[in-house]
């Protein structure tokens, strides 16, 4: 029988390392793949049409959008804000809970470390 995903049980060290330029580079156009990060972790969300250009949240396509959903607002200025700006513990919450969600509903298909070489 095939255990629930466990987001604890992630296998970090296991995954692709992508750079956020990677992720950026796949936001659908040119019929590339549409990859969203949480967290620095690399979901493709290809199958779902939320995130296609004229669906609701297509604005996340290629993008790290922790912050954004930490603060539950779409505006573009909160896009690949992991890591610079600091979230309050209701937004680390919250950003936590969306990723239980993504985890859930998306494979993970890699990690962002900006320090990869290549
Ligand atoms: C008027 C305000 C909003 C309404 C009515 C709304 C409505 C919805 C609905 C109905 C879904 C479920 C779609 C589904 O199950 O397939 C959804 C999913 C979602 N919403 Fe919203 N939303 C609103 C605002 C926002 C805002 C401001 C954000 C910003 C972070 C947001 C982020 C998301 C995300 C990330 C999903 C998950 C999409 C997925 O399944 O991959 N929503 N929303």
Do not use: C
């Not at 297509?58 to 505006?75: E, R, T, Y």
Request: proline share 4%; hydrophobic share 30%; no cysteine.
């Amino acid at each position: 029988m095939q255990s629930p995903p466990n987001p604890e049980k992630l296998e970090i060290n296991s995954l692709e390392i992508m750079t956020l330029k990677d992720v950026q580079q796949n936001n659908g156009q040119d019929g590339k793949k549409i990859f969203v990060a949480i967290k620095n972790i690399v979901f493709d969300v290809s199958d779902s049409d939320s995130y296609k250009s004229d669906g609701p949240y297509g604005v996340f396509a290629g993008h790290d959008i922790s912050i954004s959903l930490g603060k539950m607002n779409i505006s573009e200025e909160f896009l690949d804000q992991y890591g610079i700006v600091t979230e309050s513990e209701d937004e680390i919450a919250n950003i936590n809970s969306w990723f239980s969600y993504f985890y859930q509903r998306y494979p993970v298909i890699g990690r962002i470390d900006d320090k990869k070489q290549n």
